[in-house]
């Protein structure tokens, strides 16, 4: 089944404390984002990545990190977290980097930072 | 730099009743537009593309949406609403050629029996 996959699907971390999200896409595609969702904000961008070792800033990249060494996989890795990144994430994934694309989401990973 | 206004933050309707959610664009160019659909606990799925092509727009489940260039707008729209459609609504756009997507904040669409 082509999906995207997200893990963990729900996650309670303390301020300071490393941690990665993964996002893993078996459909061969390009082009992988990661999105927040806060109520009331819609979705931002965080970060995207056009294809393998390449990447860029979205419109709420501070505090985030990704990297891009293979194709099927785009970790978000959080260095420090803080209060303000408790969230709703979603990976997402498109067959080429332009807009004609469909964007496929992953299921999400709820994030709280205590 | 685009950017989307959804008008409404809750729509209510009752079965059978016609949907409309709004949606207005900013942006220096003709872009690209789209409509997805966020069932609780769950991802986005994709409702509706415009990549300028033919203006009216058929989407799953029956929605449809009309890219009118001289309104700047996108709305959404449905016939006949069903208990099942209630979820929350985002509109999305894209500048051709770039695979950014700025989303609006939602609409979320209440039917009532």
């Known amino acids: 089944e082509a999906q995207v996959t997200q893990n963990p699907r729900y996650l309670i971390t303390v301020t300071g404390k490393k941690l990665t999200v993964t996002c893993s896409q078996n459909?061969?595609?390009?082009?992988m984002s990661w999105y927040r969702q806060d109520p009331g904000l819609g979705l931002r961008q965080i970060y995207y990545?056009?294809?393998?070792?390449?990447?860029d800033k979205g419109d709420v990249p501070e505090g985030y990190k990704v990297s891009r060494k293979e194709k099927r996989n785009f970790p978000l890795i959080l260095e420090s977290p803080s209060p303000n990144q408790t969230s709703l994430y979603f990976c997402?994934?498109?067959?080429?980097?332009?807009?004609?694309?469909?964007?496929?989401f992953g299921p999400g990973t709820r994030l709280t930072v205590t | 730099a685009q950017s989307v206004t959804q008008l409404g933050s809750h729509v209510s309707v009752s079965e059978g009743a016609l949907v409309l959610l709004r949606c207005n664009y900013s942006?220096?160019?003709?872009?690209?537009l789209f409509w997805y659909v966020q069932y609780p606990n769950q991802g986005l799925q994709l409702l509706l593309k415009?990549?300028?092509?033919?203006?009216l727009v058929k989407g799953i489940n029956g929605f449809e949406a009309e890219f009118k260039k001289s309104e700047t707008s996108f709305h959404l729209t449905k016939p006949s609403a069903h208990m099942s459609d209630a979820a929350e609504y985002f509109c999305?756009?894209?500048?051709?050629?770039?695979?950014?997507?700025?989303f609006g904040k939602g609409t979320m669409l209440l039917v009532s029996p």
């Open positions: 942006s220096s160019v003709p872009p690209y």
């Open positions: 415009y990549t300028s092509a033919a203006t």
């Open positions: 997402a994934s498109s067959e080429k980097g332009l807009g004609t694309y469909e964007q496929y």
């Open positions: 999305a756009v894209s500048p051709p050629g770039y695979s950014t997507l700025t």
């Open positions: 459909m061969n595609h390009e082009y």
């Open positions: 990545s056009m294809n393998v070792e390449v990447t």
